[in-house]
């Protein structure tokens, strides 16, 4: 096993023996990168002179016996998250030479706790999207099946993670950017409770949706991420003062005493044959393992995808309205007066999907609209919330597909963004909830396209889906598989 093939708690073990060193950890993954990621595209920003740096600080604080919970371990970063002195784009011509003067806490977390960053990867642009083609800067590919989507918004990250290019890495999920690419990609990825991992930094797209969150290749290592960037931060206002577990102490094997909760909701037409045989098959497993199964429902789910494209366009129309080509970003050179500065900076700045989002918010919160679409979208959101609570009375999480489909040929969708957002109509109500929701590979389709599990739990309850899919992915085994890449 080469050593960017080790899991954070593999190369930990090796660096704490003193079998590996965090300079050799972190040249095995630059070497992967500049192997395949020609292919992969994962990348926009690569920080070698950095990372190899921080490397060697990691190696004296293991010597010194004041190493980090994360020491020498080598991660990518969504590239909406704040660095500073490292290029932050969104994915945006209009962020395109942005270097921000600041970390944002979960990066500054990282970097305390001695974690060495490689660099910043793709994403759609503004995190508006669901395949990563929006991005400005190249788009990521599926390191399964050559041409394939990588998934969307965080493509990037979960691309690097499953081609072997970092241990771990960090996205955002507004309506499923963390756990539609993870599943996609065949590696685990966690969207945390809203207001457990703190957003100041993050580059925002709709900020009542908008969380952070780990994407890895197991479920340990998303536990032990966890541990590093949870917990309440004064400069998010939507952070919550709750303290933080150790999430590692949650992955224990045996789920006897456990609900899980099935919504018939999420088991309907539309629904891929071969994803749904390897959920089902997944149910099995944590059935064998103890768990009580039982049916819920979440009834107002049809109405999920109309809430979240009212109430997302509109908080990104108010986001962005910053970007003016004024105090910083792209400028247009040529307009003679300011407001034609304006319109050419952002028409010229901003992609196609992005502006499309803006026009629909902007419309929703316009004078004689707003209370009957941004509005009634909000008390609808309301109802998803208590179905939430009431399913929870019954269950203590949720087991569902992430997506309906495996991942698409690249290309597939352009044309046609009602597809694209519909591929989101099964991770988009845990953020209108604000419940954290996970992916676990539960599997490959026939052609050899990973398949994840979806776990969604209560406020505040991700222990109990760190152990659920702890134990649902030693009840599945399901080796490395083949990656199609050289």
């Known amino acids: 096993m080469k050593p960017y093939e080790l899991s954070i708690a593999q190369a930990q073990a090796m660096m704490d023996k003193g ?124 390191p399964w099946k050559k041409g394939y989507v990588a998934g969307g918004s965080s493509g990037g990250s979960a691309a690097s993670v499953a081609a072997y290019e970092c241990f771990a890495s960090l996205g955002s999920d507004t309506g499923g950017s963390i756990r539609q690419p993870a599943s996609l990609c065949g590696v685990v990825g966690l969207k945390p409770t809203y207001g457990r991992v703190s957003r100041y930094g993050l580059t925002a797209f709709a900020s009542s949706l908008d969380q952070v969150g780990p994407i890895c290749r197991t479920v340990e290592d998303c536990a032990l991420m966890m541990n590093v960037i949870s917990g309440y931060d004064k400069r998010d206002s939507t952070a919550v003062r709750q303290d933080v577990p150790d999430y590692t102490s949650s992955l224990v094997p045996g789920l006897k005493g456990v609900r899980v909760g099935v919504p018939k909701e999420y088991f309907t037409a539309g629904l891929d044959r071969e994803v749904e045989a390897i959920v089902r098959n997944s149910i099995e497993v944590m059935k064998g393992q103890g768990a009580e199964i039982v049916e819920v429902s979440l009834p107002h789910t049809e109405y999920c995808v109309a809430v979240y494209y009212l109430i997302a366009p509109s908080e990104a129309s108010s986001n962005l309205a910053r970007y003016d080509g004024v105090h910083y970003g792209y400028r247009n050179l040529e307009a003679d007066t300011l ?72 290309g597939e969708n352009t044309d046609d963004p009602l597809a694209v957002y519909m591929s989101d109509i099964l991770t988009i109500s845990a953020n209108l909830a604000g419940v954290p929701g996970m992916s676990v590979p539960g599997g490959f389709t026939a052609s050899g396209l990973p398949v994840g599990v979806q776990l969604q739990g209560a406020h505040f309850q991700e222990e109990v889906l760190l152990k659920a899919g702890f134990n649902l992915e030693q009840g599945l085994r399901l080796g490395r598989g083949k990656l199609d890449i050289s």
């Open 19 to 142: 079998e590996m060193s965090a300079v050799e950890l972190t040249g095995s993954c630059l070497d992967r990168i500049d192997e395949v990621d020609q292919e992969i595209h994962a990348f926009i920003t690569i920080d070698r002179e950095g990372a190899l740096a921080q490397a060697e600080a990691a190696d004296r604080q293991r010597k010194a016996g004041t190493a980090g919970k994360l020491c020498g371990i080598p991660l990518s970063i969504k590239d909406l998250l704040s660095t500073k002195g490292m290029r932050t784009t969104c994915g945006s011509k209009i962020l395109a030479n942005y270097i921000p003067p600041y970390d944002a806490t979960v990066v500054a977390r990282l970097k305390k706790e001695d974690a060495v960053i490689l660099g910043k990867v793709t994403m759609d642009e503004f995190a508006m999207g669901s395949t990563s083609e929006t991005c400005a800067f190249g788009v990521p590919r599926n």
């Open 339 to 410: 407001l034609e500065m304006y319109k050419r900076s952002r028409s010229e700045g901003f992609g196609a999907e992005v502006k499309r989002r803006i026009l629909i918010g902007t419309y929703a919160l316009s004078s004689g609209y707003y209370d009957a679409y941004y509005k009634k979208a909000s008390q609808v959101r309301t109802l998803i919330l208590n179905d939430f609570k009431k399913a929870f009375q019954s269950c203590d999480l949720l087991i569902s597909p992430v997506t309906p489909t495996a991942a698409w040929p690249m």
